[in-house]
């Protein structure tokens, strides 16, 4: 069959409530143009983000009722540590309310002033969570991974000539090497094994642990899986255990592979710093047998490991990208190629090129396709990563607007659709005009900042 279908049928459905194209461009309008300021139910697709927002199966809300609520030693916690070290073979799992809070954690600990912290790319909290320790966040992906035209099959890997580079330069003050699979911040772009255990090895060579930002671990194996010699035979499970096994820790966000709505953990293996971080914990999350969660969430969280690592669900995943990918191809529209994992990226830079970068065409186009479809995307490009500690502002590496879509819970005809929009945005891209901010915080300001269309690119 060429078809691969949905593996799951519909059992609780949430209605979409229907908007018009001028009540949507009002909302926008009383939003500031951030699309986070807009109420859920005034969008019809809501590709904001994978996280937290999938369905959950009729396995995980049977794990729901099972959750244990005591406060201490809850076998919750057990079944929770069990499905984590099944695939991450850590001996110590702190859990957290999210991947930030275990970041937080990490970063409070191993960063920073003076500090130097190196990634393929740093994922936006994090860098934030670096950040604001003091510490410098670099990233150091191959070439390829700044390439949207490269069709690499790893564009998330790490550039090991320059992390040599970096470690000979930067010496002790750099407290550990970081890698994200997949790239997020990248286009959600994997990286292979051999590159996991490459940078494993530079780092171990110079005295330093080795993190994995774990929260997509899953497409990222699926992708080893597909795309790297010699591992087409092997199981999900197997090429999971591989890549945690050359790590010394991990970051993860349970809202992405973790199939829940919220949740994530820090795992580690030196017993000290183990130690360091549950005295935060404690200060911070909560008790070390639940961290930030409820016993209820853990045993979602253990349930959906088990599922996560399902190759059909995988198949259905991934495809579901490459289908809209050939369509959005097809119309000329520039995308990250090949598919990344759980996103499309769609390069605003290149298309709407009338649009400055420090206009924000990944802004614009993610308003456009707000208003025309009803669709809610996110700009990862200049908002996210254009401005500086210091406050200075310059263009980030790439504008790009991310399609990011949730877990088993859209089908092919909300596919249909989002090619459809772009379709009519075909017709009016070269109209479409930038954004100034007029309203910002010093960190994270996608989150909150306010916009305004920039009349130096009115055409109307
Ligand atoms: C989502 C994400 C995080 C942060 O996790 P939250 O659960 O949202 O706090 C960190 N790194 C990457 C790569 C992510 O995608």
């Known amino acids: 069959m060429k078809t691969i279908i949905e593996p799951f049928r519909i059992k609780a459905v949430e209605p979409i409530r229907m908007t018009t194209r001028t009540e949507r461009v009002t909302k926008l309008a009383a939003a500031h143009h951030n699309l986070f300021t807009l109420n859920s139910q005034d969008v019809l697709i809501d590709l904001l983000t994978d996280s937290g927002t999938g369905a959950m199966s009729a396995e995980q809300w049977a794990a729901i009722m099972r959750g244990d609520e005591s406060y201490a030693g809850s076998p919750s916690f057990a079944r929770f540590c069990d499905a984590i070290q099944n695939l991450m073979p850590f001996d110590h799992i702190i859990p957290t309310h999210q991947g930030r809070a275990a970041e937080a954690i990490l970063f409070s600990i191993m960063g920073g002033v003076g500090r130097n912290i190196p990634s393929n790319t740093h994922f936006d909290t994090t860098r934030g969570n670096i ?4 510490a410098m966040a670099h990233d150091l992906v191959i070439d390829e991974g700044k ?4 069709e690499h099959p790893f564009k998330g890997n790490m550039d090991l000539a320059q992390l040599e580079t970096y470690l000979t330069k930067h010496g002790d003050s750099v407290p550990c090497v970081m890698i994200t699979i997949t790239n997020n911040a990248g286009g959600g772009q994997p990286v292979s094994l051999e590159n996991i255990r490459a940078v494993a090895q530079v780092a171990h060579n110079h005295s330093r642990p080795f993190f994995i930002d774990g929260c997509r671990f899953a497409e990222n194996a699926w992708f080893i899986k597909q795309r790297e010699p ?8 197997d090429i999971v255990r591989d890549c945690f096994a050359v790590a010394d820790g991990m970051t993860m966000s349970a809202k992405k592979d973790g199939f829940a709505n919220i949740g994530g953990w820090l795992a580690l293996n030196d017993p000290e710093l183990a130690e360091q971080a549950r005295a935060h914990l404690v200060r911070t999350e909560g008790f ?3 961290g930030g969660l409820a016993g209820r969430d853990l045993d979602a969280i253990a349930q959906g490991l088990k599922e996560i690592v399902d190759e059909d669900y995988l198949r259905y995943r991934i495809r579901t990208n490459e289908y809209i990918i050939e369509r959005l191809d097809a119309l000329g529209v520039p995308v990250i190629k090949p598919a990344g994992g759980h996103a499309v990226f769609v390069d605003a830079r290149a298309w709407l090129s009338h649009i400055e970068p420090l206009q924000y065409p990944g802004q614009a186009l993610a308003c456009a396709l707000y208003e025309t479809g009803g669709i809610r995307s996110c700009e990862i490009g200049t908002v996210m990563f254009g401005r500086h500690p210091d406050g200075s502002e310059t263009p980030a590496a790439m504008d790009l607007v991310r399609l990011a879509f949730p877990r088993r819970t859209y089908t092919q005809s909300h596919a249909d659709y989002i090619v ?4 009519e945005l075909v017709q009016v891209k070269d109209k479409l005009r930038g954004f100034k901010i007029t309203k910002q915080p010093k960190l994270l300001r996608h989150f909150t900042c306010w916009f305004e269309p920039s009349s130096k690119n009115l055409v109307d």
Do not use: C, K
Request: no cysteine; aromatic share 8%.
């Open 147 to 150: 390439d949207p035209a490269s």
């Open 230 to 237: 010699g591992q087409q035979d092997r199981s999900i499970e």
């Open 131 to 134: 950040e604001a320790s003091g």
């Open 288 to 290: 070390p047998t639940y």
């Open 420 to 423: 459809e929009t772009f379709e």
